[in-house]
């Protein structure tokens, strides 16, 4: 199966830690990448291959990714971190996002 | 830097066959895979298909049937056309540059710079 699962919401106080898990069959076998997307906005990269941050995202966010699970971290959440995730991945030649999370911050 | 911009008209009928472009700036297409995305009101992200430069196509199964994908090198775009729509096929379309990292537990495939969107409603 190629789907990837992720839980629908998320909810986390400033300061605190966020973690967004990403379900799929062998997912550490492959690479997972992760974007925020906020309203009314295009999807922004913040993690690829599991764990590298593009140039300009802050150190904050992290990821990992191992046996069935890739885990987008987000560490001392801020507001500006309130937004939806989708990970992704490459499986058979073709990309597969995950279901999305949406992240609130109260 | 690499800009896409979504190109096409925002009004589709039923039936009809819905085409975009998408339009490539600070960079050349002659390089990387280029990828198209949907997102349905309130609903998240689909993958429609990609190209790659040399105009090799991959598409989703889900949608393979009415999908076709191209690409003019000399005017920097790409297009998507997608027939016999539905309302279902409503939604915001994405462009995006699909990159890709090759590592030592094989390739990953991400996509860094995205389009603004375009929003395409099928109605009568």
């Known amino acids: 199966s190629n789907e990837l699962t992720q839980p629908p919401s998320v909810s986390v106080s400033p300061g605190q830690t966020a973690s967004i898990t990403c379900s799929g069959d062998?997912?550490?076998?492959?690479?997972a990448c992760w974007y925020q997307q906020k309203p009314g906005q295009s999807p922004v990269l913040v993690i690829y291959?599991?764990?590298e941050r593009p140039s300009g995202i802050p150190e904050r966010f992290s990821g990992s990714n191992s046996g069935n699970t890739a885990t987008l971290t987000i560490s001392g959440t801020q507001t500006m971190d309130e937004a939806d995730y989708y990970c992704?991945?490459?499986?058979?030649?073709?990309?597969?996002f995950g279901t999305g999370t949406k992240v609130t911050v109260l | 830097q690499v800009q896409l911009q979504e190109s096409g008209p925002g009004l589709v009928k039923p039936s009809e066959t819905l085409s975009l472009t998408c339009t490539v700036s600070g960079g050349s297409i002659s390089t990387y895979y280029w990828s198209w995305i949907r997102q349905p009101p309130g609903k998240g992200l689909e993958w429609i298909g990609y190209i790659y430069y040399s105009g090799s196509t991959k598409y989703n199964p889900s949608l393979q049937s009415r999908v076709t994908g191209s690409l003019d090198t000399s005017k920097n775009q790409f297009s998507l056309k997608l027939s016999s729509v539905t309302a279902a096929d409503t939604a915001v379309y994405y462009c995006?540059?699909?990159?890709?990292?090759?590592?030592?537990?094989?390739?990953?495939?991400?996509?860094?710079?995205w389009g603004k969107g375009t929003t395409v409603t099928v109605s009568s």
């Open positions: 291959q599991d764990s």
């Open positions: 995006a540059r699909l990159n890709y990292y090759d590592g030592s537990g094989g390739t990953g495939y991400y996509m860094d710079v």
């Open positions: 992704q991945a490459w499986d058979s030649s073709t990309v597969v």
């Open positions: 062998k997912l550490g076998d492959k690479y």
